[in-house]
C-alpha cells in the first residue's frame, strides 16, 4: 500500500512517500545446487508476476552478500544491506532456510520548475534496522504458530507440500503488513497486562482451575480482558505470538457495538436460568445452527522440544476473553461445544463483569487522570510485559501515536545504542522540536520517556524522570 502525504514547503507541493515493501521471498540454497537448477531454490516469491530469471538473479545476489559476509563473522551472517533506494533485511530462521525482505526507503518528491521531472530525494537513514529486522522475525513467528516448522513440512510432504503452505499463508499474511505503522513496539513484541486487584486475580485463577478440571481435554489456557493478558499457561514466547495474532487480527475483526449496559454488574436472580453473553470467535458462529461447522484454527507451539499441534478455541463474554487449546488429534464435537458454551458462557459472562466493576472503583480511588507532561514506553525483557502511552491505538493496520514520526525515530536509535552494551545505560536527547527524550535501561528493563518541557535543562529533566519512576513504576530504576 502506497501512502502520499502531500506537505507544503516553499509554495511547492512535495509529496512524501512512506516505506513500502518492495519484495518477499523464502529460498533454500541447498534445494537447487546445480547450474540451471537455480529455480528450485525459490520456495516462494512476492510479488508472483516478477519474471523468472529476475527472482532466480535477485535470490543469487542475497545468497552472495550472505556468503560474502561470511567470510568476516561465520558465525553472523548479514542482516541486513543498505542501498540509496531500497533496504534488504535477512532472516535465517531454521538451517539453510532464509527470508529476506526488501523495503523501498522512504522517499520525498520535490516538483521541478520549467517542466521538467520531479527530483526524487530517497531519506535511507530513516529507516531502523531493529525495527524491520523485528517486522520480519515475527513473519516467521506468525506463519510457524499456524503451520510449524519448515522443516517439519519438508519432512511430512517434501518441497510441494513446503510451497503450498508458504503461498497460502503469506499472500495473505503479507498485505496485512503496513510497514509506515512499525515503529519500537514491534522490536519488543511485548504484551500488554491487563492491572488487576488479588482477590480478582485469584477468581480468575479458581475459574481457570475450574473449566481444566471440568472439561479435561482442555490443555492450555489464556485468559485476557479488554485485549490484555491477565493469565496464561503457555510459554512465553508462544503466548507473545499467539497475543500479536489476538490483538491484531482476531479481535479487531470481531468488535461490535457492546450493547448498552453490558458490562454492569449482572445479577439475575435464579442462578440455574443465568443469562450469558458468551460467545464462540473462533469455531461455529451460533451453535443452534444445524449446518454450523466445529472446525477450529489449528496451532503450533513448543516446536523447539515436544512440537505440539493444538485446536485453538476463543470465546468471548463481554470483554472477557478466553483461549482454550486442546490437542489437535482430538475430534471436537457439537456435544463438546455446547458443553463448553454451557460452562464457561454465564461463568465468564459474572467474571467480566467483577472485573469491570473492579476496575472502574480502583480508577475512581486513584482520581482522575490528568494530561501528563511526559509519555512514556516501558518494556520487561524478563516477564515481555509492555506499557505504551504513546500508542492510542497499535493494530496490524494502523499505529495511531500521540508523537511526531522524529521522535518515533529517536525512541528507536535509543534502542539501538542499548542493545550494543550490556550494562545498564542511560540516554538524554533534546530534539529539535523544543521535547526531551530519554532512555533508562536497567537489569532487563527498559524505559523511554518523551517530555514537552521547552526550558527545562539536563538537571530538571533528569529530576522529572526521576519522579516519574517513583511514581509510575514504584523505583524498579536504580539508576541515578
Known amino acids: ?91 535465517e530462521p531454521e538451517e539453510n532456510f532464509w527470508m529476506v525482505m526488501v523495503v523501498r526507503n522512504p522517499m520525498i518528491e520535490k516538483p521541478s520548475k520549467d517542466g521538467k521531472p520531479p527530483t526524487v530525494e530517497y531519506q535511507e537513514e530513516e529507516i531502523l534496522d531493529s525495527v524491520y529486522g523485528a517486522v520480519l522475525q515475527q513473519c516467521y513467528s506468525m506463519y510457524k504458530l499456524f503451520n510449524g516448522t519448515f522443516g517439519r513440512s519438508f519432512e511430512a510432504g517434501g518441497v510441494e507440500l513446503l510451497i503450498q503452505k508458504l503461498e497460502k499463508f503469506f499472500y495473505r499474511y503479507l498485505q496485512t503488513l503496513h510497514l509506515q505503522s512499525c515503529d519500537l513496539l514491534d522490536v519488543f513484541g511485548g504484551i500488554s497486562f491487563f492491572p488487576l486487584d488479588k482477590m480478582t486475580y485469584l477468581k480468575i485463577q ?91 484454527p489449528r496451532i503450533f507451539v513448543n516446536t523447539e522440544d ?7 478455541i476463543v470465546y468471548k463474554a463481554m470483554s472477557a476473553a478466553v483461549c482454550f487449546m486442546i490437542n489437535a488429534s482430538v475430534e471436537l464435537t457439537r456435544e463438546f461445544c455446547e458443553q463448553l458454551d454451557a460452562l464457561v458462557g454465564p461463568q465468564l459472562t459474572l467474571l467480566a463483569s467483577d472485573i469491570c466493576e473492579q476496575y472502574n472503583i ?57 542493545a550494543r552494551v550490556d550494562e545498564d545505560e542511560e540516554i538524554i536527547v533534546k530534539a529539535m522540536t523544543d521535547y526531551w527524550v530519554v532512555g533508562k535501561k536497567s537489569d532487563q528493563r527498559e524505559l523511554y520517556v518523551i517530555l514537552n518541557q521547552k526550558n527545562a535543562n539536563l538537571i530538571e529533566v533528569n529530576e522529572e524522570v526521576k519522579r516519574l519512576c517513583a511514581t509510575q513504576f514504584n523505583n524498579i530504576f536504580f539508576l541515578d
Open 362 to 418: 480502583n480508577r475512581r480511588i486513584s482520581g482522575p487522570e490528568k494530561e501528563p507532561q511526559f509519555k512514556f514506553i516501558y518494556f520487561n525483557h524478563m516477564n515481555l510485559a509492555e506499557k505504551s502511552t504513546i500508542h492510542m491505538r497499535k493494530t496490524a493496520s494502523v499505529s495511531l501515536t500521540s508523537v511526531h514520526p522524529d521522535l518515533m525515530k529517536i525512541l528507536g536509535d535509543i534502542n539501538s545504542d542499548f
Open 206 to 296: 479458581s475459574f481457570v482451575n475450574r473449566v481444566e478440571e471440568s472439561l479435561s481435554l482442555v490443555k492450555y489456557t489464556a485468559f485476557l480482558y479488554n485485549d490484555q493478558l491477565i493469565w496464561s499457561g503457555l510459554e512465553q514466547d508462544d503466548m507473545r505470538i499467539l497475543y500479536k495474532y489476538l490483538t491484531t487480527s482476531l479481535f479487531p475483526r470481531h468488535t461490535e457495538p457492546e450493547l448498552a449496559g453490558r458490562d454492569s454488574p449482572l445479577r439475575p436472580e435464579v442462578a440455574g436460568n443465568l443469562l450469558h453473553y458468551g460467545r464462540f470467535l473462533t469455531g461455529p458462529a451460533n451453535l443452534k445452527d444445524p449446518e454450523a461447522k466445529f472446525r477450529f
Open 306 to 312: 515436544s512440537y505440539e499441534e493444538l485446536h485453538l
Open 1 to 91: 500500500m502506497l501512502m502520499i502525504s502531500p506537505r507544503m514547503a516553499s509554495g511547492t507541493q512535495e509529496k512524501q512517500y512512506t516505506p513500502s515493501l518492495l519484495s518477499f521471498f523464502i529460498y533454500n540454497p541447498k534445494f537447487g545446487p546445480r547450474e540451471g537448477e537455480e529455480e528450485k531454490k525459490i520456495l516462494f516469491y512476492h510479488p508472483i508476476e516478477v519474471e523468472k530469471n529476475e527472482k532466480i538473479r535477485n535470490v543469487g545476489l542475497c545468497e552472495a552478500i550472505v556468503q560474502f559476509t561470511r567470510t568476516f563473522c561465520p558465525t553472523k551472517p548479514a542482516k541486513s544491506l543498505h542501498t540509496q533506494k531500497n533496504r534488504q533485511f535477512f532472516h
